[in-house]
């Protein structure tokens, strides 16, 4: 398959660049390029051929996209959240899976090991993750707990020094490829708890996912516990609870509603380019009304999202974003980017369903991101409990 031409201009309908920092704009600029340059010739075949493209490990290493918000001391960023939106929202613009990889290793293990962990957990591990030396996973679903993880089977007996660890995950974006996988089980006393596995330990294997119609260019498995000797100095000592890893989840929907609309606006940008050359009946497509309803929708969504991610960031800054406020935000981004990208590959027509354009690869894309780190109907009861103070989960 011939490399695509990267043609992307960014939307900014409400002039939001004025509320972005010179620093912001620099950010987004280097990753925006990063995109156009190693992403976009590459991602159609790699999604094409269900393969992960593992050369970008290193090099979002080497662009600071993994743990940006984290202290520079421990290897991180120690920038602001408007910064990691910005950079999330310029990966997916790409593809979904190339920002998962970033939401995983930034949010979901190096943000653990950083709030949870022990000085000598966060100095082992996370200098290695930030550069990309290493690769982490989070380990959370099980094949029969999804969004309710509270009732997980897998678990750790106390043998001393160690513990032993049994049980099993599904679903782990980056499992195959992983040196560290953040993993919660339950202790003895049926409390969960967060453990540091490491891919040498005895016991524990990584099955790798196949079949996926979406989110392709990621790669997804299975993690398998059989009697796994993990070291007591692998267990984060500073939380209890399922609200460790929902805590890291936060951090991780946050990303993914600037992301999910970065996806958007690569749909919006492709199908607006086309329906101003393609002629039918005598003129552009551009020009029957029909058209312009779906890209005069797309372009209002687009805008009312990125207004909501922008302010929302700016609590993040505060540290008074709530988590019920970031359900909203990532549920919102993920409709708004579901249906942008049907609607832009009906714009396509016929050409929408290949790989020449990126948009049925984000469009199916949508469909994990829709579904993973709570599904849309669970941010929903989520703003329901929190708006009516009672809940439908119990
Ligand atoms: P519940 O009793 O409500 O809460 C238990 C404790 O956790 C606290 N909490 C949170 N803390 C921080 N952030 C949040 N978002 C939190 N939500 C709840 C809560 O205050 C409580 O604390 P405490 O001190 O009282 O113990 O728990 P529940 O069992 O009733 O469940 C509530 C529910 C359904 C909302 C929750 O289980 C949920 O969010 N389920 C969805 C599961 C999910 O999102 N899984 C994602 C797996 S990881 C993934 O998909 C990665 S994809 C990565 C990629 O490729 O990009
Ligand atoms: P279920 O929980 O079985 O839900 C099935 C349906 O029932 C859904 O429509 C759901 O909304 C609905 N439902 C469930 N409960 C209720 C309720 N109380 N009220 C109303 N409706 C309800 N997990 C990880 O731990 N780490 C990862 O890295 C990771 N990566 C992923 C990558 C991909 C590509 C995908 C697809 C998933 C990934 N996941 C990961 C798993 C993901 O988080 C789960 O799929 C998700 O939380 C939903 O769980 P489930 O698939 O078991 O669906």
């Known amino acids: 398959m011939a490399a695509r031409t990267d043609l992307f201009t960014s939307p900014d309908y409400f002039n939001l660049d004025d509320l972005l920092t010179e620093e912001h704009k620099l950010i987004r600029e280097s990753v925006r390029n990063y995109v156009k340059k190693e992403i976009s010739p590459i991602i159609e075949e790699y999604a094409q051929k269900a393969e992960f493209p593992q050369q970008i490990v290193k090099q979002l290493g080497d ?7 984290i202290p520079t001391e421990y290897g991180g960023g120690g ?8 950079m999330m929202q310029e990966l997916e613009r790409g593809d ?3 920002r998962s990889t970033a939401s995983v290793q930034g949010s979901l293990v190096m943000f653990p090991i950083f709030a949870y962990g022990s000085e000598e957990q966060r100095k082992k591990f996370l200098p ?3 550069t990309g030396e290493w690769l982490g996973c989070f380990g959370l679903t099980e094949p029969n707990y999804g969004s309710d993880p509270s009732s997980m089977l897998s678990n750790f007996k106390d043998a001393g020094d160690h513990v032993i660890l049994n049980g099993a995950k599904m679903w782990i974006s980056n499992a195959p490829f992983s ?4 993993v919660w089980a339950k202790n003895e006393e049926g409390d969960v708890q967060g453990l540091i596995v490491e891919r040498d330990m005895k016991g524990f294997s990584t099955p790798t996912t196949h079949g996926k119609w979406s989110l392709r260019a990621s790669a997804t498995g299975e993690l398998v516990f059989d009697n796994v ?7 984060f000592p500073n939380v209890k609870g399922l609200k460790g890893p929902l805590g890291c989840l936060t951090k991780a929907r946050y990303g993914i509603a600037w992301g999910t609309i970065g996806a958007a606006m690569d749909c919006y940008d492709t199908a607006l380019r086309y329906s101003k050359e393609r002629e039918q009946f005598g003129k552009p497509i551009g020009g029957f009304q029909l058209q312009q309803k779906k890209l005069a929708e797309m372009i209002t969504e687009i805008t009312k999202a990125q207004l909501l991610n922008w302010r929302l960031g700016v609590l993040m800054n505060e540290g008074i974003a709530t988590p019920q406020q970031v359900s909203m935000a990532k549920r919102n981004a993920c409709e708004v980017a579901t249906n942008i990208c049907r609607d832009a590959r009906q714009i396509l027509g016929a050409m929408g369903i290949t790989g020449e354009y990126s948009v049925m690869r984000h469009m199916m894309n949508m469909e994990s991101v829709i579904t993973y780190e709570g599904t ?8 329901g409990m929190d708006v ?7």
């Not at 920038?79 to 910005?86: N, R």
């Not at 040196?179 to 953040?182: I, R």
């Not at 849309?376 to 703003?383: N, Y």
């Open 63 to 69: 662009l600071g996209c993994f743990g940006p918000t």
């Open 79 to 86: 920038l602001d959240y408007i910064s990691y939106g910005l």
């Open 96 to 98: 979904s899976g190339v």
């Open 128 to 130: 290695k993750l930030a």
């Open 179 to 182: 040196q560290v996988a953040v």
């Open 229 to 235: 000797k993990v070291p007591k100095a692998n267990i």
């Open 376 to 383: 849309h109907d669970i941010h929903l009861l989520i703003t």
């Open 388 to 394: 009516t103070g009672l809940n439908a989960f119990k």
